[in-house]
């Protein structure tokens, strides 16, 4: 997930870099709904005082910009080296250079309008040689961070550790087979859950990219489980003893970087929580990026979550199935996104969490005017995708269908099955009585095309 700038050492390039202060496209991003289709740096649909359903947009779309591929990203993949270049990064791994990051980073978000942002521990402060020291960096840059957070009115929708990138997690964190491994994380997050109360995070984030295997020759998965449960159990006690009180989250994804990964997707995680008796304890921050590199449509793991009251929060990106791999880009599908918006709706939203952009720009889109096309897009989507989803919701149309389509459980011994008072006797007996069941169109055509009356 992370990318870091190459360290650049040209001192006129630095003393350059040092100069910048904001992010450096001049505009403030405006709603014009007559904009032109070419009109790219304005908001055609994104109205965030419009209330929708007793709510005013922007608190549907709860919008975050993330630091790792927004701020860090450098267009660098498995077969390319770094394309984009940032004026206000000299690739420096310092506090100066930390702080000026964050305050174009602000300024970026300020622009957009976007009123939550999002971090890891380790892209947005320097790690040092000892804990202590990468402790004390970070506690300038956070400290520096609440500032520019009063100062532009922008709150932190969650945080998280990076516990997948050094060397030393290689074989995972919390289920790594070596304990002093397992310390350090802990550690890790014991600090990074002070921090989360420190700066009024609304949420809590972990994502387990090593926590997984690459062969079960050799591997114990039910100890690495039973670690990672137990690992779990100390973060709710700390939690608790500092009265933190933020939605602590799990983001599920599949595969990449490791070959397996325990929290497979939403059902493999909610069995994981229900398992270990975590589950009024931790909700679900859902990628659908993730969700398709599982074999599943792109709403899937939101509408399974929900389901069962355990969608705290979306990574609104999206992939390239075709490609196989987590390609992280801007969720421009209108259709997709009034599938996902449905569903938050619905569920009456998503506080405390929202919709965080967990996306980066190609490697081949170097220009600054990218990075704000981009946010605007996906911004924009989602706009479409909630007016949508509103006018599917209050035509009930699609609903009435589905609820039809159950209505044999609502009556008879349908509904006592539901209820579960019934036994096979009673069902033995309705068919002697009632014979083979006709077979029932599931109309799936017509849902089909019901939906793209909408679109």
Not at 140 to 158: F, S
Not at 442 to 455: C, H, P, S, V
Request: glycine share 8%; aromatic share 10%.
């Amino acid at each position: 997930m992370l990318s870091f700038a190459p360290t650049s050492g040209d001192a006129n390039a630095k003393m350059e870099c040092a100069k910048i202060t904001s992010f450096p496209v001049d505009i403030k991003v405006q709603f014009k709904p007559d904009a032109k289709p070419d009109d790219v740096m304005c908001f055609k649909y994104y109205n965030p005082t419009e209330i929708i359903m007793g709510k005013q947009m922007k608190d549907w779309l709860r919008f975050s910009a993330c630091c790792w591929h927004t701020f860090r990203g450098t267009g660098a993949d498995p077969f390319g080296f770094p394309t984009l270049t940032r004026p206000w990064d000299d690739g420096s791994n310092t506090i100066d250079n930390a702080k000026r990051r964050l305050k174009v980073a602000f300024d970026f978000m300020d622009k957009l309008g976007i009123k939550y942002w999002t971090f890891h521990d380790r892209d947005i402060a320097p790690e040092g040689d000892t804990l202590e020291e990468t402790n004390r960096c970070l506690d300038e840059i956070v400290d520096y961070a609440l500032q520019l957070m009063k100062e532009k009115d922008i709150k932190l929708l969650w945080n998280t550790c990076n516990l997948f990138a050094h060397s030393r997690y290689m074989n995972g964190a919390s289920t790594n087979p070596d304990f002093h491994v397992f310390a350090y994380a802990a550690a890790q997050v014991k600090k990074s859950l002070d921090i989360a109360t420190k700066m009024g995070s609304e949420n809590f984030v972990f994502w387990g990219g090593r926590e997984g295997y690459h062969t079960l020759l050799n591997t114990n998965v039910r100890s690495e489980l039973d670690q990672m449960a137990k690992f779990f159990k100390m973060v709710v006690a700390y939690k608790k003893k500092i009265g933190f009180t933020g939605q602590l989250l799990i983001e599920p994804k599949p595969k990449e970087p490791s070959k397996h990964q325990y929290d497979y997707d939403a059902m493999t995680v909610i069995a994981f929580l229900k398992t270990y008796g975590l589950d009024n304890d931790f909700k679900l921050n859902i990628e659908p990026n993730h969700t398709t590199l599982a074999g599943h449509c792109y709403e899937h793991d939101i509408v399974m979550a929900s389901a069962y009251g355990m969608l705290g929060s979306v990574d609104s990106n999206t992939g390239s199935p075709d490609l196989g791999w987590d390609t992280d880009q801007f969720p421009m599908d209108v259709k997709s996104a009034a599938l996902v918006m449905k569903t938050i709706v619905q569920q009456g939203g998503l506080t405390p969490g929202g919709l965080n952009f967990d996306c980066k720009v190609r490697r081949e889109s170097t220009d600054l005017e990218d990075m704000l096309i981009a946010h605007i897009g996906a911004m924009d989507c989602f706009a479409r995708g909630l007016r949508i989803a509103v006018k599917i919701i209050e035509d009930g149309i699609m609903d009435e269908a589905v609820r039809e389509r159950y209505s044999t459980f609502e009556s008879g011994l349908g509904a006592k099955v539901k209820s579960g008072t019934a036994s096979l006797d009673d069902c033995v007996d309705f068919i002697l009585k009632n014979g083979n069941p006709k077979l029932i169109s599931g109309k799936q055509e017509k849902m089909e095309a019901i939906l793209n009356r909408y679109l």
